[in-house]
Nanobody, 112 residues
Framework: QVQVVESGGGLVQPGGSLRLSCAAS????????MEWYRQAPGKQRELVAG??????PIYTDSVKGRFTISRDSGKKVYLQMNSLKPEDTAVYYC???????WGQGTQVTVSA
């Protein structure tokens, strides 16, 4: 059983920055792969970024060069989001694929 908790969402103006955090808790594991998804109103949930157990990051094309995923432990990751655009507005979810566990989501709104 793995619990996943996100934090750090909010309202920001276009061109601004936010940092999301995701912490996974539970026993029986140390370093795990973790991913960030987002879902905008009326759209499907999409993969934004992920980081493998080996620390290798991946990004969807629309956020490359603006978002950075990182970890500071095997169970906590961050998503640094810079140069935010209105189209980045969505609920952002953290996902642990090895355990099929989702967080509750955190709202990110980019608006003037």
């Amino acid at each position: 059983q793995v619990q996943v908790v996100e934090s750090g969402g909010g309202l920001v103006q276009p061109g601004g920055s936010l940092r999301l955090s995701c912490a996974a808790s539970g026993s029986g594991f140390s370093i795990i792969a973790m991913e960030w998804y987002r879902q905008a109103p009326g759209k499907q949930r999409e993969l934004v970024a992920g980081i493998s157990r080996a620390g290798i990051p991946i990004y969807t094309d629309s956020v490359k060069g603006r978002f950075t995923i990182s970890r500071d432990s095997g169970k906590k990751v961050y998503l640094q989001m810079n140069s935010l655009k209105p189209e980045d507005t969505a609920v952002y979810y953290c996902y642990v694929p090895d355990y099929s566990s989702w967080g509750q989501g955190t709202q990110v709104t980019v608006s003037a």
